[in-house]
């Protein structure tokens, strides 16, 4: 299963400029997920990290780790499932991060996630993020899933 950009919206509330990945490219409900996020000098975030030598923060990979996460954790067989406005889903623990190399604009980060565990409350997960076939990032994640407090 592959997912284009309005199949990510439909499935996760972030909107620009927390919204961190472009594509799907391979999708096993809620096993594996393969996406893209591209990296455009245009980042809000580069601004001031660093205005002379630009690098995507490594909290903002391990994010992208968890939108994707989050995007296979929901879906079925029958395909996504769309979003719940009445749960959220918090990433809540990072485990044995590391950071390879820096990723700077025109890089094209490919994220892979493998579940570990999925229930209705937690889930954990086996990250990694590569650059051209050489690993920037790799970390354990940890999300929950909560109603929403009205």
């Known amino acids: 299963m592959e997912l284009d950009i309005k199949g990510i919206l439909e499935s996760l509330p972030h909107r620009y400029p927390m919204l961190l990945i472009d594509r799907v490219i391979e999708m096993v ?46 879906a079925d067989e029958t395909g996504l499932k769309p979003k719940n406005e009445e749960i959220l889903y918090y990433f809540v623990g990072i485990d044995e991060a590391r950071f390879r190399r820096p990723v700077v604009p025109g890089d094209q980060l490919h994220i892979e996630v493998v579940a570990e565990r999925l229930s209705r409350k937690i ?28």
């Open 29 to 74: 409900p809620g096993k594996s997920i393969k996406a893209l996020k591209n990296v455009s000098i245009n980042e809000p975030f580069f601004t001031g990290h660093f205005p002379h030598h630009p690098v995507m923060p490594g909290v903002l990979i391990l994010e992208a780790m968890a939108q994707a996460a989050a995007i296979f954790s929901f």
């Open 123 to 150: 889930c954990k997960y086996q990250a990694h993020a590569f650059v051209d076939g050489e690993s920037v990032a790799q970390a354990k994640l940890m999300c929950a899933i909560r109603p929403m407090e009205k």
